[in-house]
C-alpha cells in the first residue's frame, strides 16, 4: 500500500494548492465531465477531465506557468530553455511569451513541422538538433550553460509537479466522490503532483498509472527493474525511456500501480474519444480510457477519474486511427474476385455490391498474376458496409451469384 502520510516528498498539497493560485485565470478551468457511453462500455462510472481544452491543447501549461511564475527577475530576464517535441515546448513557449520571457525550445530534427511551427507561433526560438529526444536535450543542456538560462524540465522539477497536481484538485472538488484516477506516465510529473493532491484529501482514493507497453519504465522501476523500452508507439508523448528521479521516488510512495497497455487499445480509445465524446486525443491523452479497455475487471464498478491530457496528434495519423477502426470492426472490407475477363463483369459485380447496401471505394485489376487463369481476371475490391454482418451478407449475395469472393 502506498503511504499517505508523506510531509518529507519534495512536493507537498500546500505547494499544489499555491500553484492553483498562480494558475487561476490565466489557464482553462477545465470541465469534469460524465460519460454514459464510455460508463456502459467499459463497466466503470467514467469521468472524463479535459485537459485537451487548454490553449496548447495539454495539460503541459499547468507545470510550465507554475515552474516560470517562480523564476527571480534575474532569471526571467535571461531567458529559459526547454528540450520537447510536444506538449512541453507549446507550453513553455506560450507562457514564457505572456510573461515577457525569452524562450528557447530544443526540438530534434525529426520533430513533425506543424509542432515546429506551433512553438515558433508562440514567441520562442526554435533550435533543431538531433534525430532523437536524447540528442536534442543534451544540446539544450550545452546551450543553457553556454547562455545562463534556466532549464524547464518537462517533468522531473517540484514546481513543474505542483502545477500538474492542480489536475486532481479540481477532479476532486467538481466530483468528491472518485475513488480512482487513471493518469498517464511518461516521465511522471502529472501523476506524481495529482497523486500527492489527491492522496492528501482523500487518502483512500487510489491512483493507477498507465504506459504503453513499449515504454513501461516506471512500470519497472516500481517493481525494482529496469525495462527495456523501444518501439514506434502512437503515444509518443508519454514514450520516455527514464523516469525522473524526483518522480519515481513519488510515485514509488503515492502510487498504488501502474499498468499496461498495447497499441490496440490505444487506437481504439482514440477512436471512442471521437466517436463518444465528439473529442479529439493524442496516443498518451487516451492511455488512461485504453487502460479501461485493457483490464476492464480492475476497473469494474468503481468512480473513475479519468484525464484526456492532450490532443496534439498530427491529423494524418488521426485519419489513420479511424481508418484502422472501421477496418477493425469490418466496416472496411477488401475481397478479391477472379472471373472471366469478358465486358460487363465489373458491372455485374458493381451491382450486386450496391444493390446490398454497400459502397465500394477502391477497385484495382490484376490480369497477369500467374494464379489468375489466362483468360481470366482478378480484381480486388474495397468496400464500406455498415458492420460485420453487413460484410458478410455482400459476400454471401456475391457467392450466390457465382462471384465468391475472398476475403483479403
Not at 138 to 144: G, L, P, T
Not at 151 to 156: A, E, I
Not at 223 to 251: L, Q, S
Amino acid at each position: 500500500m502506498p503511504d499517505t502520510h508523506t510531509p518529507d516528498l519534495p512536493v507537498t498539497l500546500a505547494d499544489v494548492q499555491t500553484a492553483a493560485r498562480v494558475l487561476e485565470g490565466n489557464i482553462e478551468r477545465t470541465e469534469l465531465a460524465h460519460s454514459k457511453t464510455l460508463s456502459a462500455i467499459t463497466g466503470a462510472e467514467v469521468w472524463i477531465k479535459f485537459e485537451n481544452r487548454q490553449y496548447t491543447a495539454a495539460f503541459k501549461e499547468r507545470g510550465a506557468l507554475n515552474k516560470l511564475s517562480k523564476l527571480t527577475a534575474a532569471e526571467k530576464r535571461r531567458g529559459v530553455i526547454a528540450a520537447s517535441a510536444g506538449n512541453h515546448a507549446q507550453g513553455v513557449a506560450y507562457h514564457a511569451r505572456r510573461l515577457g520571457i525569452p524562450a528557447t525550445i530544443v526540438m530534434p530534427q525529426t520533430t513533425p513541422f506543424n509542432k515546429v511551427e506551433h512553438t515558433r507561433d508562440h514567441g520562442a526560438r526554435v533550435l533543431l538538433e538531433g534525430l532523437t529526444f536524447d540528442e536534442a536535450k543534451a544540446h539544450a543542456y550545452d546551450v543553457c550553460e553556454r547562455e545562463g538560462l534556466t532549464f524547464v524540465h518537462p517533468f522531473d522539477d517540484a514546481d513543474i509537479i505542483a502545477g500538474q497536481g492542480t489536475v486532481a484538485l479540481e477532479m476532486l472538488a467538481d466530483n468528491p466522490d472518485l475513488d480512482t484516477l487513471v493518469v498517464p506516465i511518461g516521465g511522471g510529473g502529472l501523476i506524481s503532483g495529482m497523486a500527492i493532491a489527491a492522496k492528501a484529501l482523500k487518502p483512500e482514493i487510489r491512483v493507477i498509472g498507465v504506459q504503453t507497453a513499449m515504454y513501461p519504465a516506471m512500470h519497472g522501476a516500481m517493481r525494482g527493474r529496469t525495462a527495456k523500452t523501444g518501439g514506434a508507439t502512437i503515444a509518443e508523448g508519454i514514450a520516455v525511456k527514464e523516469v525522473g528521479e524526483i518522480t519515481r521516488g513519488i510515485c514509488e510512495r503515492v502510487v498504488d500501480d501502474v499498468v499496461l497497455v498495447e497499441e490496440e487499445h490505444l487506437e481504439r480509445a482514440i477512436t471512442l474519444f471521437v466517436e463518444v465524446e465528439k473529442t479529439i486525443a493524442e496516443g498518451a491523452g487516451a492511455a488512461g480510457l485504453a487502460a479501461l479497455l485493457a483490464h476492464p475487471s480492475r476497473f469494474y464498478g468503481r468512480k473513475i477519474g479519468l484525464v484526456l491530457c492532450g490532443a496534439n496528434i498530427d491529423t494524418r495519423l488521426l485519419a489513420s486511427v479511424l481508418t484502422r477502426a472501421l477496418v477493425r470492426e469490418n466496416r472496411l472490407a477488401r475481397i478479391r474476385i477472379v472471373g472471366d475477363d469478358r465486358p460487363g463483369l465489373l458491372a455485374v459485380v458493381s451491382k450486386i455490391i450496391g444493390d446490398n447496401g454497400a459502397n465500394i471505394m477502391e477497385v484495382a485489376h490484376n490480369r497477369i498474376a500467374l494464379d489468375v487463369p489466362a483468360k481470366g481476371a482478378e480484381f480486388d475490391i474495397l468496400m464500406e458496409t455498415r458492420d460485420s454482418q453487413h460484410t458478410q451478407e455482400v459476400i454471401d449475395a456475391l457467392a450466390m451469384a457465382g462471384y465468391p469472393p475472398r476475403p483479403l
